[in-house]
């Protein structure tokens, strides 16, 4: 079953990434209770817009049905990673230079022990192998390797803000 859905997420994210401007964010494929369903998330520099799900949902539901991908009865949806997205690739991470995220980090202490810890701060810098984070407090340099999740934060806009306390 696992190299069948490998198979079927392999095809789904060629197939919406040649015909559509978007860029696959996440593909899952899962069994719930006795129902499978199929969630594609798709993503862009400019956002995604339900007008933009939509139009990925008609073309790849179009083309599963052409290509009888998968035989089973499933339930598609497709969806933006949303603004609080986790950041999973490294293009999320360069999106996210200079915006706020919550860190879950977990790493091994001297003493064996395994340390978690969780805080915000402004993402300053990314490498495939490490990040430099912005705290209240200081300027940090921390493996990537050391990140167990990485989420980004919404802050509203300045200017919003501002205008809903003049009124």
């Known amino acids: 079953m696992e190299k069948e859905t490998e198979r079927i997420i392999s095809n789904i994210r060629k197939f919406v990434e040649d015909s559509f401007p978007y860029e696959i964010y996440d593909v899952t494929f899962k069994k719930l209770g006795k129902k499978k369903v199929l969630e594609v998330f798709i ?3 400019s956002g995604v817009t339900v007008d933009d799900c939509e139009k990925v ?3 790849l539901s179009d083309y599963l049905d052409e290509v ?4 089973d009865a499933y339930t598609l949806e497709v ?3 949303g603004i609080e997205r986790v950041l999973k690739r490294q293009v999320d991470y360069e999106r ?3 915006k706020l995220v919550k860190w879950t980090l977990q790493s091994e202490g001297t003493d064996g022990k395994i340390r978690k810890e969780v805080f915000e701060a402004r993402l300053q810098e990314f490498s495939p192998d490490k ?3 912005q705290t209240d407090k200081e300027l940090r340099e921390l493996p990537l390797s050391c990140v167990k999740e ?3 934060v919404f802050e509203f806009p300045k200017e919003l803000s501002a205008n809903k306390r003049r009124r």
């Open 57 to 59: 949902s008609r073309g």
């Open 96 to 98: 996210h230079i200079g």
């Open 79 to 81: 969806s933006s990673p």
């Open 150 to 152: 990485a989420q980004a």
């Open 131 to 133: 990040i430099k984070v």
């Open 68 to 71: 009888d991908l998968i035989p």
């Open 43 to 45: 993503d862009s520099p």
